[in-house]
T-cell receptor, first 114, second 112 residues
């Protein structure tokens, strides 16, 4: 148990659907992250939030829309996705985005876009 | 351009063998972490190294940070099937754009 939970664990959606991924951290951390992990590719950082403010957006398509209502919760809203968006989406948190910021990951949401 | 290269990319060994995984960069890091990820789960933090030349041990795992803080290695002694997984290094760069980056990963399989 890492203190970071993600729901749902598995999601299958059509290209015209709208869905949201949820992440919650119980560690009292100030920074939260969304990553995409595809087969045979390194972890791709998508978004970084520090104290509920977005500090990084790694050229992610607008069909992915993050939301951080408070320092414990992070959402990723999905709409009109493409099959190549199928991947494991990981949420992580850390004390801060600064030096020696060890990250604690959730179990991920396995997304399949049909 | 991948800033943190890991080698080997894949490794399949017999139980009881020793192995070393490398994490290399041309960038200097103020700290470096190693994670292990099992199928269907998120990465789990194993260790953090912060001082050039630092060596840390975690049971059968030995982690070393290079003197110049540009590289790191993970050595596993007498590997067991439970060591199977994806090993990721990650670090905080001294300079550049967003500073925390992950390595390319080493997928290890230990056969019983």
């Amino acid at each position: 148990e890492t203190g970071v939970t993600q729901t749902p664990r598995h999601l299958v959606m059509g290209m015209t659907n709208k869905k949201s991924l949820k992440c919650e951290q119980h560690l009292g951390h100030n920074a939260m992250y969304w990553y995409k992990q595809s087969a045979k590719k390194p972890l791709e950082l998508m978004f970084v939030y520090s104290l509920e403010e977005r500090v990084e957006n790694n050229s992610v398509p607008s069909r992915f829309s993050p939301e951080c209502p408070n320092s414990s919760h992070l959402f990723l809203h999905l709409h009109t996705l493409q099959p190549e968006d199928s991947a494991l989406y990981l949420c992580a948190s850390s004390r801060a985005t600064s030096d020696t910021a060890e990250q604690y990951f959730g179990p991920g949401t396995r997304l399949t876009v049909t | 351009t991948q800033l943190l290269e890991q080698s080997p990319q894949f490794l399949s060994i017999q139980e009881g063998e020793n192995l070393t995984v490398y994490c290399n960069s041309s960038s200097v890091f103020s700290s470096l972490q190693w994670y292990r990820q099992e199928p269907g789960e998120g990465p789990v933090l194993l260790v953090t190294v912060v001082t050039g030349g630092e060596v840390k041990k975690l049971k059968r795992l030995t982690f070393q940070f290079g003197d110049a803080r540009k590289d790191s290695s993970l050595h596993i002694t007498a590997a067991q099937p439970g060591d199977t997984g994806l090993y990721l290094c990650a670090g905080t760069r001294i300079s550049g754009t967003y500073k925390y980056i992950f390595g390319t990963g080493t997928r290890l399989k230990v056969l019983a």
